[in-house]
């Protein structure tokens, strides 16, 4: 949504007024806060949990010192991406091995949610790990229900318990188990009916299921797309039948799956899993950091954010800034940059982490191999040569291709990209001055 | 049970919540001021509408208040009913019956197509329009019987392949069918697809491709129906622009309207796609399925006046 993937951009916006400004006031702030409120709603995490963090994220943005920084929106948005990290981490999230050698998973949740797609999963993410898992369908209630798991369990070559005759699902549960440990399994996974709604009649089931087979993990799955119900959900849940931890499904989507950090920060409950695709082997183990990124729509510029605050020293990036500002962009800057960006890691994935600018970088061609043949060719020239490329004539040339190993049209062909970075240089710094667009270098703290 | 108290008993917790929170502020304030407003944005908000949709509803309480000087309750309740009322339509899907009607069932995993389209049919069929279902969800593990079982209940024929086939070709099959044997209404039970999926998008374009070119001789009609579940959150909006994307869509279906869902989003997707919704799933039984009624629905969201 147009709302959410601005946040980075609206942010850098406010802050932008602010240039010049000691410290930030509380309008700003206000001002700050109100776009990260609108951001989180979007991503449907829940209205209480919003607006709690968003008073704390306040606090803690005003105690540091953001303005200082030459991309506060940036520093913020850190500060909201550390937070979210902070509440969806934490705890282990490990899932529990029963002591007794026989360990029984209870999956439940709505309709829809993918609990019978996910059951399989678990099953081949046990297998995977030298388990010896058996599932069983419960479901006495939805028309192929248990068919669906057979059919997903032969796939993986995993026992799978059904009795169609009965109607009780604790029995079939029950019976799932003794066939279970008769199979030499070490693991029953339960697949519960899934229903539209959480009733009475559900919940009775639920506790009957779970006083039948004492589960060791009683795990909720939710989808990834639910909206603000998912919090009364949880909770009802985890009143009811007991809560050990969820499964959050279908995040292969476009969801932002803000029910993640509603859930994981009210019930206190953590995430075990991540469903990431409809193949029986999608089934992951959950990052924080990456939903954290996902909640906020922009996964890829703040892991940038954070590898180019880590790598890159402020008081020579300051320095470019205000050569770049004079239009002053020397042989010996381009190295520098080079040099840094190239820390980084892969120049083809940073360029595509950077939001518009990857596209008008394509022109230029990045590829790896050619920086490093770049550097090589700078690192040949004088310090003079480096301030001013217009002396470089056939003979200076011949010298600095064959110090760097390279070839007099390799020289020339880095003159000639050097005046076309000159000139997309002048371009991000015309764009950064006119308060406009954000260019290039200033995604990188630059 | 009368379809008022069908979308009443569904959106119950709803309504609680909104009344509670109306009622609340309505008592802490007193008067309707900016802070009432602002809690007001928060209800609709946590009722799913939105934030787009919860700052037009209050934006245009503040104006009319502003303008008109009235704060009282009932004011404020009739404002907010008109303008949502301005937001959904009540159009009901009445389609020549002359003709072959083809409709395609859409939606992203775990909606509820399967049963929208069991339903669909046994409603139609009971009215007297020979009815046909196709199973063209030839991905998901037991789909096809899951269908078939909704067909045997509502005594409507279902044309289906084996899993893993081409979904298109039953397609194919259901049109000659169809054709064949002078069906008014075939309903076509597709496989749910995350629609950031290219590969699944194309399939779905080849499958009204199909339809399109089978149907011509007899001037079927074909109509796309988006069946969004009731809890999603604001990835429904998402999923309709993207579905609308790649092919046009008739109507919307809002799925498990009843119990836990909080309905806000129905008004955020059509605010934001100006498509009608055609029914509403208010719950298990087969006829469950009502025809959309705007006025019912935002009765039964607002607190009485």
């Known amino acids: ?446 | 049970m009368s379809l008022f108290d069908k979308f009443r008993s569904g959106l119950s917790k709803t309504r609680q919540a909104v009344t509670e929170g109306f009622n609340r502020v309505a008592a802490s304030f007193g008067v309707f001021d900016e802070d009432f407003l602002d809690e007001l944005e928060m209800i609709l908000i946590q009722a799913d509408s939105g934030v787009q949709v919860a700052t037009k509803l209050t934006d245009s309480i503040r104006e009319r208040v502003r303008k008109e000087g009235k704060v009282d309750r009932e004011y404020v309740l009739g404002t907010l009913k008109d303008d949502m009322l301005a937001i959904l339509e009540t159009k009901p899907f009445r389609p020549d019956f002359e003709h072959l009607n083809v409709v395609f069932i859409l939606g992203v995993n775990g909606t509820g197509k399967t049963t929208t389209a069991g339903k669909l049919a046994a409603s139609f069929q009971r009215q007297g329009i020979k009815t046909m279902l196709a199973a063209a969800d030839t991905f998901r593990a037991a789909a096809i019987e899951q269908l078939q079982a909704w067909g045997e209940r509502a005594g409507v024929p279902v044309i289906s392949n084996t899993l893993r086939s081409d979904p298109a070709s039953v397609v194919f099959d259901a049109m000659q069918s169809a054709k064949a044997r002078g069906v008014k209404l075939l309903i076509i039970d597709t496989a749910g697809r995350l629609h950031n999926k290219p590969n699944l998008m194309s399939e779905m374009e080849k499958m009204h491709r199909v339809a399109a070119r089978e149907g011509e001789t007899v001037g079927a009609v074909i109509h796309n129906f988006l069946v969004l579940d009731a809890t999603t959150g604001q990835n429904a909006v998402i999923q309709a622009r993207a579905f609308n994307e790649v092919t046009t869509l008739d109507g919307l279906i809002i799925t498990k309207l009843d119990g836990n869902a909080k309905g806000g989003i129905a008004l955020a997707v059509v605010e934001d796609m100006d498509i009608p919704l055609v029914f509403a799933g208010l719950g298990e039984g087969i006829d469950d399925l009502a025809p959309f009624d705007a006025e019912l629905f935002v009765d039964s969201l607002l607190p009485e006046a």
């Open chain 1, 1 to 446: 949504m147009a709302v959410f993937q601005g946040l980075s951009e609206k942010l850098q916006a406010i802050t932008d007024r602010m240039r010049g400004k000691s410290r930030i006031t509380e309008s700003d702030l206000k001002e700050m806060m109100r776009e990260i409120r609108l951001a989180l709603l979007e991503a449907d995490v829940h209205y209480q949990v919003v607006k709690d963090l968003t008073k704390e994220i306040s606090e803690k943005s005003a105690g540091t010192e953001v303005m200082q920084s030459i991309t506060p929106g940036q520093q913020i948005v850190k500060i909201v991406h550390d937070s979210l990290t902070e509440i969806l981490g934490g705890s282990e999230s490990k899932l529990a091995v029963s002591p007794k050698g026989f360990t029984v998973y209870m999956l439940y949740g709505l309709q829809g949610a993918g609990k019978t797609t996910t059951a399989a999963k678990l099953a081949n993410y046990l297998k995977d790990q030298g388990k010896k898992p058996i599932l069983t369908s419960v479901d006495v209630h939805r028309p192929a229900a248990a068919d669906q798991l057979n059919i997903l369990a032969k796939s993986i070559d995993v026992p799978c318990y059904i009795n169609k005759e009965e109607k009780r699902a604790e029995v079939i549960a029950k019976e799932a188990m003794d066939r279970g440990r008769y199979l030499l399994a070490d693991t029953l996974i339960v697949d519960t009916a899934g229903r539209m709604t959480i009733d009475e009649e559900m919940m009775t089931e639920l506790k009957a299921i779970a006083s039948a087979v004492k589960p060791d993990e009683k795990l909720l799955i939710v989808d990834a797309m639910i909206g603000q119900e998912a919090v009364n959900i949880a909770l009802e849940f985890d009143r009811e039948i007991g809560l050990d931890g969820f499964i959050m499904t279908k995040l292969d989507g476009d969801a932002r799956g803000g029910a993640a950090l509603s859930i994981r920060r009210i019930t206190g409950k953590p995430i075990k899993l991540v469903g990431m695709g409809e193949k029986i082997d999608q089934l992951e183990v959950f990052h924080p950091e990456r939903m954290a990124s996902r909640i906020l729509g922009m996964g890829d510029v703040l892991t940038l954010v954070e590898k180019a605050s880590r790598q890159i020293d402020e008081e020579k990036a300051q320095k470019t800034l205000e050569r770049l500002q004079k239009n002053r962009f020397t042989l010996q800057d381009m190295l520098e940059q080079l040099e840094q960006v190239r820390d980084m890691g892969s120049i083809q994935d940073m360029v595509s982490m950077l939001p518009g600018a990857g596209g008008k970088l394509k022109d230029a061609e990045v590829d790896e191999k050619e920086f490093d043949r770049l550097a090589a060719i700078i690192r040949s020239m004088t310090i003079r040569e480096r301030e001013n490329h217009k002396i470089l004539n056939a003979s200076r040339r011949r010298r600095i291709a064959a110090g760097s190993g390279t070839s007099i049209q390799d020289v020339n062909k880095l003159i000639r990209q050097y005046e076309q970075t000159q000139k997309i240089m002048k371009q991000f710094s015309g764009f950064g001055k006119k308060g406009g667009k954000r260019g290039l270098f200033s995604q990188f703290g630059l």
